[in-house]
């Protein structure tokens, strides 16, 4: 057998960050479905959902205003 020399590798450090990347992006991918399936269904937990959405910008932009006061 010969030795060669190996210079272009990866790490396991490297490979695991992909894998997590590529696990965090199919993970993002079903959320995004969810939401248009919710959303295309007229399902009631899609307006919980964007009524909360609503709410927290609302408390967000009254808190900012008291904060300015």
Do not use: P
Not at 17 to 34: A, Q
Not at 48 to 67: A, D, P, V, Y
């Amino acid at each position: 057998m010969k030795n060669i020399t190996v210079t272009d590798y990866q790490t396991d450090a490297d490979i695991n960050s992909s894998i997590k990347e590529i696990h965090d992006f199919e993970m993002w991918i079903k959320c995004m479905n969810y939401k248009l399936f919710l959303e295309h269904a007229h399902s009631a937990e899609y307006y919980k959902q964007k009524n909360r959405s609503i709410l927290t910008g609302k408390e967000k932009i009254h808190h900012e205003k008291t904060l300015q006061e």
